[in-house]
Nanobody, 122 residues
Framework: QVQLVESGGGLVQAGGSLRLSCTAS????????IGWFRQDPEKDREFVAA????????HYADSVKGRFTVSRDNAKNTVFLQMNSLKPADTAVYYC???????????????WGQGTQVTVSS
């Protein structure tokens, strides 16, 4: 089992920045790819970004490319999502998830955090 806890969400004005953290406990964290997803109550869960277990590979949704950066520190069992130039459309609950490989498919991740709310005001 891997337990994931997200933090760093909050309220920010459009154009601002936030850094989300996903901290893991339990089984070896470094062996897992980590994905970030987000969900608005009126929409399906949406892929945002993902990073390989080594940190050497990343993948982004087109909607966040150039604005968001995913990174990880395996020594601290933590993955980060740096979000810059935030827009109201980025408002959602953000979740991190652990799985065997980087994928945009939510169902292929085995472990999920409880989510953290990000609200971007116009």
């Amino acid at each position: 089992q891997v337990q994931l806890v997200e933090s760093g969400g909050g309220l920010v004005q459009a154009g601002g920045s936030l850094r989300l953290s996903c901290t893991a406990s339990g089984r070896t964290f470094s062996g897992y790819a980590i994905g970030w997803f987000r969900q608005d109550p009126e929409k399906d869960r949406e892929f945002v970004a993902a990073i390989t277990w080594s940190g050497g590979g990343t993948h982004y949704a087109d909607s966040v490319k150039g604005r968001f950066t995913v990174s990880r520190d395996n020594a601290k069992n933590t993955v980060f999502l740096q979000m810059n130039s935030l827009k109201p459309a980025d408002t959602a609950v953000y979740y991190c998830a652990a799985g065997g490989a980087v994928t945009v498919v939510a169902g292929l991740y085995s472990y999920w955090g409880q989510g953290t709310q990000v609200t971007v005001s116009s």
